[in-house]
C-alpha cells in the first residue's frame, strides 16, 4: 500500500493543465469540491463524473497512475460506505435480518458518499499531479494575499502547505524501506489479527518518526543557512501572470458551477 502513495507527487508531462497557472488550478479545486457537497441526486454526480474526466484527459495523466493513488483510501472508503449502508434510517426498507436493516436512503447515502469521496480525492489529486510544490506555493500565497489585511500569515501557511505536500511521498517511501528491512529479518506484517498487525506497525513508525524530524531538522537548518526569513521583501524568478488559457479554465468552471446549482434547485 505504501508503494501505491503518489499523492503529492507531480507528474511532468506537457498538457493544458500543467500550463495553467497555480492561481487557476487551486480556485477550480475548491469550486469542484463545493460542487460535489452541492450535488444532491444522480444528475449532479453524473455531471461531476463527466466534468472529471474531462480534466484527467486536459491533464495527459495516465488513468492507470490515477486509479493506482486510489488505493490507500479504499478501507476508508468501504468503511464509509458500510456506516452509511446499516445506520441510515428511513423508508422503504430494502432488506431486513434480525437487527441489520439496509433501507433506500441509506443505499442511496452510501453510494453518494463513495462517490463524492472518489471524486473528491481525484480532484485533488489531479492539482498536485499538475502543478510543481513551488508553483502551488506561489499560487497559494498569491491568491491568498487579501488576507495580509487581517494579519493572516499567507507566505508561512502556503510554505507549510506546499512542505506537508513535498513530505508525504517521501516519508511513504522512507516507510516502504523501513519494512522492507524489518521483513529482511523476520517480521510479518501480513498474518494475525488486528492487534497483531498493529503492534507489528511499531517497528516501522518508530524508525519513521525519528526520520521525519531529523529530516524537519535538516530543513529547519538549511533554511537558517540560507538566511530564509519568510515572504516580506522576496521577489519571483517567474512572477505569476493570467494568460489565456486561464481565462478559458475560469470559464468552463463557472459554467461547471451554474449547472450545478441550477441541478440543485430545479427537480
Given at each position: 500500500m505504501l508503494k501505491e502513495m503518489t499523492l503529492g507527487q507531480y507528474y511532468p508531462v506537457d498538457s493544458f493543465l500543467h500550463g495553467l497557472d497555480p492561481r487557476t488550478k487551486l480556485a477550480s479545486t475548491m469550486l469542484y469540491i463545493?460542487?460535489?457537497?452541492?450535488?444532491?441526486?444522480?444528475?449532479?454526480?453524473?455531471?461531476?463524473?463527466?466534468?472529471?474526466?474531462?480534466?484527467?484527459?486536459?491533464?495527459?495523466?495516465?488513468?492507470?497512475?490515477?486509479?493506482k493513488g486510489m488505493k490507500p483510501i479504499l478501507f476508508l472508503m468501504m468503511l464509509t460506505v458500510?456506516?452509511?449502508?446499516?445506520?441510515?434510517?428511513?423508508?422503504?426498507?430494502?432488506?431486513?435480518?434480525?437487527?441489520?436493516?439496509?433501507?433506500?436512503p441509506g443505499a442511496?447515502?452510501?453510494?453518494?458518499?463513495?462517490?463524492?469521496?472518489?471524486?473528491?480525492?481525484?480532484?485533488?489529486?489531479?492539482m498536485t499531479y499538475t502543478t510543481t510544490p513551488t508553483a502551488l506555493t506561489d499560487g497559494m500565497e498569491k491568491g491568498l494575499g487579501f488576507l495580509r489585511v487581517f494579519r493572516v500569515p499567507?507566505?508561512?501557511?502556503?510554505?507549510?502547505?506546499?512542505?506537508?505536500?513535498?513530505?508525504?511521498?517521501?516519508?511513504?517511501?522512507?516507510?516502504?524501506?523501513?519494512?522492507?528491512?524489518?521483513?529482511?529479518?523476520?517480521?510479518?506484517?501480513?498474518?494475525?489479527?488486528?492487534?497483531?498487525?498493529?503492534?507489528?506497525?511499531?517497528?516501522?513508525?518508530?524508525?519513521?518518526?525519528?526520520?521525519?524530524?531529523?529530516?524537519a531538522t535538516d530543513l529547519a537548518m538549511?533554511?537558517?543557512?540560507r538566511c530564509y526569513h519568510g515572504g516580506e521583501g522576496r521577489t519571483k524568478m517567474f512572477p505569476l501572470k493570467y494568460h489565456r488559457c486561464d481565462y478559458i479554465a475560469y470559464a468552463f468552471v463557472f459554467l461547471y458551477m451554474a449547472i450545478i446549482i441550477v441541478l440543485c434547485f430545479v427537480k
Open positions: 463545493i460542487s460535489l457537497f452541492l450535488a444532491n441526486d444522480f444528475r449532479g454526480y453524473l455531471l461531476a463524473f463527466l466534468f472529471l474526466i474531462l480534466c484527467v484527459k486536459a491533464s495527459n495523466v495516465p488513468a492507470k497512475y490515477i486509479l458500510v456506516l452509511n449502508l446499516f445506520l441510515t434510517g428511513g423508508e422503504p426498507v430494502l432488506f431486513r435480518w434480525y437487527f441489520i436493516r439496509i433501507t433506500a442511496r447515502l452510501a453510494v453518494f458518499m463513495a462517490l463524492r469521496l472518489i471524486f473528491l480525492i481525484t480532484g485533488s489529486s489531479l499567507v507566505h508561512e501557511i502556503a510554505m507549510m502547505m506546499s512542505i506537508a505536500l513535498r513530505f508525504i511521498p517521501i516519508l511513504a517511501e522512507e516507510a516502504d524501506k523501513i519494512q522492507k528491512a524489518q521483513m529482511a529479518r523476520g517480521a510479518n506484517f501480513e498474518e494475525g489479527g488486528v492487534i497483531a498487525r498493529a503492534k507489528a506497525m511499531v517497528p516501522i513508525l518508530v524508525p519513521l518518526f525519528i526520520s521525519a524530524f531529523r529530516r538549511a533554511m537558517e543557512a
